[in-house]
């Protein structure tokens, strides 16, 4: 690159057909001019005619104009312009809309928003177009070779569910085909985590009892263990990932503050550190020196990774769930899943509950001094989130911290039974 061949700076394009709240925008956003190329247009049609000029990197559009409306704005973008993201940012008003609004938009933000907040969500948002497009990723783990395919059950179920009208027996039969992991999934759904009153004896009434997509997140997380570890078996630490992923799932969905949105905190939960599976698989050489020198210098984990491999496993399962199609909130909470920094803005959406859920289960599981990815400023995030948060949060995971810690005692005593009546 040649002195004077810097890199184009981000575009951002706000859509509202209110004047005064393109220039809400504008001065808001001043500080940032230097960093994002700013544009406003007054309605549907004149972003769509800039964008034809020149691409957006990011789009924020009102929901209610007259003429082109926000969703049909957005479709449009969508078709031609798939790599934009898109933000809708709208009044309470059309909260109702926001269901509809989830199909074209990747966020949805509510009038009156703080600057603050949207500033977050943009640069977010860049941020996740650069773990993406994979540069970092591919540089770093370009030894890696290929990287596993979507798993067979997931991609089955999610073309199954392609399809409205589905029927639960179908999707049934897809995870009973698989008896290792039809077995693995009644097992969890009998946890106690459930607390169903009666045992779920087939993979049908656990999908009525479960939800589809929790069930679809759940085989996912198992077969991607499954397959990293290939005929050598689950790859090191798989284990003790997979507990911690459980906790931080169960912790997520109890925070979450929209209650619609437990089944993707879950997911994400569940998703959140599956970056750590491909490199422990892959790359365990320098997977082990990044954990060890992490364990040396009680740093975090994270940070290791991206000294010794040039990108940690949150960008690399990010980059891994995205290239699958995983929706995006999901591959954006799995990217940012470090960020508790973000707890300060006030922001509590799907990265922000996940950052929480994950520190919250390390603590709840009496990690701090022990684990490797323990920084010493571990609880400091705990300060800048409201008393009401803190109380709330830390007994919600003490709480889920017991009772997993109970159903492994009993999973271990039942293991012990076992052995013990042998001959
Ligand atoms: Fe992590
Ligand atoms: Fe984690």
Known sequence: MTPGDRPARPRILFVDDEAAILDGYRNVLRADRHRWEQRFAPGGAAALDLLAAAPADVV??????????????????????????????????????????????????????????????????????????????????????????????????????????????????????????????????????????????????????????TLRHLTLTFELARELGGAAGPPAGAEAVERHSILTARIARRIVADPGGAEAAFAAGLLHDAGKLVLASRLPGPFGEAVALAGRGRRQLAECEREILGADHAQVGAYLLGLWGLPRPIVEAVAFHHDEERLASGLLDLPVVIAAANQLAHLAAGEEAATAAAAPDRTAWLDRISADHRTAWTSIAAAEAGSARRQAGEGEGARRAMAGTRP
């Open 60 to 213: 924020v559009s009102d929901m209610r104009m007259p003429g082109m409306d926000g969703l049909e704005l957005l479709a449009r973008v969508q078709e031609r312009w798939p790599d934009t993201t898109r933000i809708v940012l709208s009044g309470f008003a059309d909260l109702q809309a926001a269901s509809r609004a989830s199909a074209v938009a990747h966020q949805y933000l509510m009038k009156p928003c703080d600057p603050e907040v949207l500033r977050a969500v943009i640069d977010r948002a860049l941020e996740l177009r650069a773990v993406l497009s994979g540069e970092a990723v591919r540089r770093a783990v370009g030894t890696i070779g290929a990287l596993p395919t979507v798993p067979r059950l997931y991609r089955e179920l999610s073309a199954a569910l392609a399809d409205p009208e589905v029927e639960i027996r179908r999707l049934a039969r897809i995870v009973e085909e698989d008896v290792g992991m039809a077995t693995r999934v009644l097992q969890f759904v009998n946890s106690a985590y459930f607390g169903l009153a009666r045992r779920v004896t087939s993979i049908e009434s656990a999908i009525v009892y479960a939800g589809v997509n």
